[in-house]
Nanobody, 115 residues
Framework: QVQLVESGGGSVQAGGSLRLSCAAS????????MGWSRQAPGKQRELVAT???????NYADSVKGRFTLSRDNAKNTVYLQMNSLKPEDTAVYYC?????????WGQGTQVTVSS
């Protein structure tokens, strides 16, 4: 069993920044494909960014150059730094990952970007 706890969401004006955190209850080295997804009202959940256990990152085209995924191994925490935010980034952001063959999700954190 793994717990993923997100924090850092909030409201910001367009062009602003936020940093999301996802704290895991186990070593993040043991979690495959840890990353962030988001779901806007009336839309399907969208993969935003992932990081492999080796540290390789991948981003959705819509966030490349604006979002950065990083991790603090000692704190078992993954971060999503979001810069140059746009109104279309408004969504509930979820942290997820695979552990021992099971996929786990956090509870989500709301990000609202106003124009």
């Amino acid at each position: 069993q793994v717990q993923l706890v997100e924090s850092g969401g909030g409201s910001v004006q367009a062009g602003g920044s936020l940093r999301l955190s996802c704290a895991a209850s186990v070593s993040i080295f043991s979690i495959n494909g840890m990353g962030w997804s988001r779901q806007a009202p009336g839309k399907q959940r969208e993969l935003v960014a992932t990081i492999t256990r080796g540290g390789n990152t991948n981003y959705a085209d819509s966030v490349k150059g604006r979002f950065t995924l990083s991790r603090d191994n000692a704190k078992n925490t993954v971060y999503l730094q979001m810069n140059s935010l746009k109104p279309e980034d408004t969504a509930v952001y979820y942290c997820n990952g695979w552990y021992l063959g099971n996929e786990y999700w956090g509870q989500g954190t709301q990000v609202t970007v106003s124009s």
